[in-house]
């Protein structure tokens, strides 16, 4: 896996109401969240996928938010509040080495990935430390860009997953990405 870091400013770009056009958050996600879920949003950057997760887990659910960079985060709390959904939402600045997910061991439902797994400097520890959180039940969505990674990197990808205590079940498809749905294994 490469380290790299999306510029803050591409971040405006990733949460353009233009994305939706071939990514819909909605239509994407809604087969995996519902109403009440504790969610988690890894490399949320600006909020593009956090802000109708928030919506769609309802007042009794919550949306956490994790980036590394602190703008990215600071822009995306205040598009929640301005949308109404800050009660919703916790966000975390984390750090190379860790999600900062400590505190919610096997509670989470539902974790994103979107764009993120290629920027991690240790793809072992990432999927380690997301299976800590998860549910006995719960379910991981990664999705990579196409043109960033190869069929073989993304291949790789899914194999440190399994070794770290996941299973592939769905192939879902999502325009220009590689995409896997990951469930923990009990």
């Known amino acids: 896996m490469a380290e790299h870091i999306c510029p ?24 995996y969240v519902s109403e009440g879920m504790l969610v988690v949003d890894i490399g949320c950057a600006m909020g593009f996928f956090s802000l109708p997760l928030a919506e769609m887990v309802g007042p009794n659910g919550k949306v956490i938010c994790v980036d590394v960079q602190e703008k990215m985060i600071r822009s995306l709390e205040k ?39 290629h920027e991690v400097s240790d793809a072992v520890s990432f999927f380690s430390e997301i299976h800590k959180v998860m549910k006995p039940t719960g379910r991981l969505l990664v999705a990579e860009p196409k043109g960033h990674i190869s069929e073989k990197d993304f291949e790789t990808t899914i194999s440190i997953a399994e070794q770290n205590g996941f299973t592939a079940t769905d192939t879902p498809q999502i325009k220009h990405s590689r995409t896997v749905l990951l469930q923990k294994k009990p």
């Not at 600045?93 to 509670?107: A, H, N, P, R, T």
């Open 8 to 31: 803050v400013w591409v971040g405006y770009l990733l949460a353009s109401p233009v994305r939706k056009l071939f990514q819909n958050p909605r239509k994407m996600l809604r087969p």
């Open 79 to 117: 598009r929640a509040r301005k949308a109404g959904l800050s009660g919703r939402i916790k966000t975390i600045v984390c750090y190379d080495d860790s999600l900062g997910l400590d505190d919610i061991k096997e509670k989470i439902d539902f974790a994103l990935a979107c764009a993120v797994v």
